[in-house]
Structures are given as C-alpha cells and as structure tokens.
C-alpha cells in the first residue's frame, strides 16, 4: 500500500510498505481522512530519536473497517469509525479514569507518534480507540479527533469561568481556533473574540459565529483591552492556539485578575509567573495558567455529537495521498485556512 512516511528526521515522503493486518484486539481501517496537524510539523522538525523513523504520520484518522482482528467484538468490516488517537498504558490512575491525555506511564503516544498513523492506505488501530460516526462524513469526522477534540478538553477545563456574561480571547483561528469558535458558541454563551494576523482567519472566525475579531499586530493587546476592559477586568477566559512568544505576551496582557490562560498551542512560547502584588505583574493575581493536551475518549464522544447535531463543522480542504508533503508545506507557510485534510 502507499504510505506517506517520515523516514528520516524533517523527510516526508510517499514510500510502498506491505499492508498491515489486524493482530488480536484490533483492526485493519481503511483510511478515508487524515488531518494535517501543526503538531506533525514539529514531529517533523524533531532531533533525531525522539520519533521512531521510519513512522508514517497522521494522528486524526477516520475510516472504514476492513478487516476484524481475534477476539474482537461490536465492530464488523465495512463500519465507519474515527479514532481516538491516543494510547495510554491503560492502569495508571490517569487511564484509570479515562484521562488517557495524562497517562502516568506511556510518554505521548499514539498514531503518528509513536506507531505508524494513517497516511497510507490501511492503518491497525485497537478496536478500544474506535469510536461510531452515525452518517457523518470521512473528511469532517477525521478532524473531529484532534481539531475538534483538543479545543472542547481546553472549553472544559474552562467550563467553569465560561459563565453568561463572559469574555474569551481565542488567538489563532486556524484548524483548532475555527472549531474553538464553534465549540464555544454551541456550549456556552460568552463573547467571543477572535486574534489573528490574518484578515482571511478573522472572516472564518465570524463566520463561525465569533462576536468581535482583532488582528494581530503591535497594538493587539489595546484593542482587545478596548474591548475587555482595563486592569484588574479583562479577558475570563484566552486560549491560545499558537503559543509563540508574542501570542503567550498578549494572553497574559489581556486575561482579567482570576481569570484562565490555556496554552494548547505549541509553538514554544514562554510564559513567565512571577507572583508579585506591588507592580504589574506578569500574569493578574489568581488567575490559573494551564497547557491542556488533546483530549479524552469520552469528550471525543461529544465532540461527534455535536458534529453530529449540525453545531460543528471543520473547514477542510482536502488532498490527495500523493500531495500530503504539499499540504504541509501550505500549512507551515500559513496558507491552509481551516484544516488541511488528506484523503488516501
Ligand atoms: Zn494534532
Ligand atoms: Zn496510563
């Protein structure tokens, strides 16, 4: 079968691989999605041994069951599923209670991370990571499993600030920050205000429902603060979908005295906490800084629920298999809006 692989550390390419088959408690998926994710730019950019080589890519897989493994029951061949894209150990206290995103053991693991993902023809996946999709497309249930899923586990640990009558700063509307938009506008009832530096985010972004959208620039954290207020008050609630250096400066510029940062991007940013009362500090009194990852089983669960209910939908732009290194090179140049999705 065709695969898109990272044979050596920052080299994609197209290889041939014998197709898998499905070992006990598994099955063989016939891919029909895969996610172009930011995260697989940095598996990309990796020193070496971090990421096995040679590994094919791809953690926000959906498709079509092809083959069932032994022992393996409640999927038969020709159900369409997605699939959850983590894989904890399973024992620890963290799997224990469903929170397989903290697992205690397994170091971040999953397809396209730690065993081969889903760009390529066929994937084994555990019958345990399948979850049921009802009639929703491939190319839109494929970025529910991480685009999707990453920020609802961020709107959850924010669920409680997220109160009528609230601010969010979403900075970043890309594959997550769209969906973020849509999460928050069917789950909560908060103001919404979208950052990016580009216009073509900030349409996306009200389109999607955002209330106010600030582009990024020099003068961002005035403008959001027109909007939020000045200090003590500000922002409840920011998320953060890059998380570089000027995006962790303006979270902790905008955000209110007792309000949330979530850090979910991962370009690298740092946040400096330095607990002072005397002068302006570098992040408001009893405000909680967090760096949520990914998400769980069950909120994925909701997450095609929702989809499934017409309240959410990714903005994809599909590729074929052959053309999966051109939609990274898109994405690393800023030029996907929405989700880059692959289709084998
Ligand atoms: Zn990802
Ligand atoms: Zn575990």
Redesign the pocket.
């Known amino acids: 079968m065709r695969a898109v692989r990272m044979t050596a550390p920052g080299v994609l390419e197209q290889v041939e691989v014998p197709t898998p088959s499905a070992g006990p408690g598994e099955v063989l998926l016939r891919v029909g999605a895969v996610?172009a994710?930011?995260?697989?730019l940095h598996i990309l950019d990796a020193p070496a041994g971090l990421f096995p080589t040679p590994m094919t890519l791809g953690?926000?897989i959906a498709g079509t069951v092809d083959e069932v493994g032994p022992g393996v029951t409640g999927w038969t061949a020709g159900e369409r599923a997605a699939v959850y894209?983590i894989i904890g150990c399973g024992r620890c206290r963290a799997c224990l209670r469903g929170a397989e995103n903290q697992c205690r053991v397994v170091p971040v693991g999953g397809f396209g991370l730690s065993r081969d993902g889903g760009l390529a023809e066929h994937v084994v996946v555990p019958a345990s990571r399948l979850l049921h999709i009802g009639e929703l497309d491939l190319t839109q249930a494929a970025p529910l499993t991480?685009?999707g899923l990453?920020p609802y586990h961020a709107v959850e640990l924010a669920r409680d600030r997220l109160r009528p009558g609230t601010s969010c700063v979403v900075i970043g509307i890309g594959?997550l920050g769209h969906m973020a938009v849509q999460i928050l506008v069917a789950t909560t009832a908060v103001r919404i205000i979208a950052v990016d530096t580009s216009v073509a985010a900030l349409d996306l972004a009200s389109r999607m429902g955002a209330h106010d959208v600030v582009q990024a620039g020099p003068d961002s954290v005035d403008r959001i603060r027109a909007l939020v207020g000045p200090p003590p008050d500000g922002a409840d609630v920011v998320l953060d979908f890059v998380g570089a250096d000027p995006t962790v400066t303006t979270a902790r510029q905008v955000v209110a005295t007792g309000g949330q940062v979530l850090l979910v991007g991962l370009a690298g940013g740092t946040l400096p906490v330095r607990p002072v009362a005397d002068e302006p500090p570098t992040v408001p009194l009893e405000t909680m800084v967090e760096v949520p990852f990914?998400g769980t089983r069950w909120e994925l669960q909701e997450v095609i629920a929702l989809a499934r209910a017409g309240q959410l939908r990714a903005d994809v732009q599909t590729f074929p298999l052959a053309d999966a290194p051109e939609a990274y090179d898109l994405l690393r140049r800023g030029e996907i809006h929405g989700r880059a999705v692959v289709v084998p």
């Open positions: 996610g994710c930011h995260s697989d953690h926000e894209g991480d685009a990453t594959g990914w």
